[in-house]
């Protein structure tokens, strides 16, 4: 269950959206699903959410995502190229106007060489008038339990949303 602090970010994220008719996308790993239960527990958010894929798996990342799969054999799936090729699945095959997408590691061990708190972020948007397609990326090392670092991981997703808004 998603906690207040969540969900009070993804009110403000669904107003923000709402306001200038955006719609959104998730594609989440770490997260779990954590992103698309605070954004569906905000009353309209039917509105603004379009839905998502939870790719926990690596290889959904690329049948799910669309995440190329040479890429996720050489570099693995914690990565800056991951996160954008993620987040502009879910933009497309949801047909969004954004897409937000997580992937990292929550613990108790350390994956494809990247300690438990490495968490990439990625937020695309559909060209709308600007030179190319915007789109932002995070590197964060979050501290803490698996528990803790999935939360930050949800929290840090919304606010990043509300930075590039």
């Known amino acids: 269950m998603a906690m207040s602090g969540s969900v ?11 306001q200038r008719t955006l719609t959104l996308a998730t594609c989440e790993s770490i997260t779990g699903g954590g992103i698309g239960s605070a954004l569906t527990s ?4 039917s509105a603004v959410y379009r839905g998502g894929f939870i790719t926990y798996a690596s290889d959904l990342k690329n049948t799910l995502a669309g995440v190329d799969l040479e890429l996720i054999t050489e570099k693995g799936v914690v990565n800056e190229l991951t996160a954008l090729q ?12 954004w897409g937000v997408a997580t992937t990292g590691v929550a613990g108790p061990t350390a994956i494809e ?13 559909q060209k709308r008038g600007m030179s ?11 501290d803490g339990d698996r528990e803790a670092i999935r939360q930050a991981s949800i ?5 990043m949303l509300l930075r590039v808004f």
Do not use: N, S, Y
């Open 8 to 18: 009070e970010l993804a009110r403000q994220v669904i107003e923000m959206m709402r």
């Open 42 to 45: 905000v009353p309209g958010a």
């Open 113 to 125: 060489g990247h300690p438990v708190g490495t968490v990439w972020f990625a937020v695309v948007g």
């Open 86 to 97: 993620m987040a502009k699945g879910a933009l497309r095959r949801c047909d969004a106007d």
């Open 132 to 142: 190319g397609r915007p789109r932002f990326t995070e590197l964060v090392h979050f």
């Open 155 to 159: 929290e840090h997703a919304f606010r």
